[in-house]
C-alpha cells in the first residue's frame, strides 16, 4: 500500500519561504511520475508542479510558481520536497502531493496516490 504523507505546511508573511515534505511509504523512491497541487478555500484544486521522469530533471511548473518554487527529491529518506520562496498571499492552500505508478498511467489515468494536504497560509 503506497502512502504519501505531506508536512511542512504552516502561517508566513509574504516574502517567506516554506520547504513542504512529501515522504513516501510502500514503494521504493523511484523515477515515476509525482506532482505538487494546491486548493484555495473555495476553489477547485490546481496543478502546482510535476515531475515526469527525475531522471533528466523532467520537471514542469505551474506559471503561477515559476521561479519561485522548485521540487526537489531525497532517495535515502524517500522523500520530495517543495521549496517554496517568496510566498504571496494567493498561494495560500493545502498542498497535496501525489504520485503515478508511471507515465503511461499518468497520461491514461492521473495521479493514482495522493497525501492528506499540508496547509499554507500566507499574510499580507
Known amino acids: 500500500q503506497v502512502q504519501l504523507v505531506e508536512s511542512g505546511g504552516g502561517l508566513v508573511q509574504a516574502g517567506a519561504s516554506l520547504k513542504l515534505s512529501c515522504a513516501v511509504s510502500?514503494?521504493?523512491?523511484?523515477?515515476?511520475?509525482m506532482g505538487w497541487y494546491r486548493q484555495a478555500p473555495g476553489k477547485e484544486r490546481e496543478f502546482v508542479a510535476g515531475?515526469?521522469?527525475?531522471?533528466?530533471?523532467?520537471?514542469k511548473y505551474a506559471d503561477s510558481v515559476k521561479g519561485r518554487f522548485t521540487v526537489s527529491r531525497d532517495n535515502a529518506k524517500n522523500t520530495m520536497y517543495l521549496q517554496m520562496n517568496n510566498l504571496k498571499p494567493e498561494d495560500t492552500a493545502v498542498y497535496y502531493c501525489?504520485?503515478?505508478?508511471?507515465?503511461?498511467?499518468?497520461?491514461?489515468?492521473?495521479?493514482?496516490?495522493w497525501g492528506q494536504g499540508t496547509l499554507v497560509t500566507v499574510s499580507s
Open positions: 501525489a504520485a503515478a505508478d508511471n507515465t503511461q498511467s499518468l497520461r491514461l489515468g492521473g495521479y493514482r496516490y
Open positions: 515531475v515526469i521522469t527525475w531522471t533528466g530533471a523532467n520537471i
Open positions: 510502500g514503494r521504493t523512491f523511484g523515477d515515476y511520475p
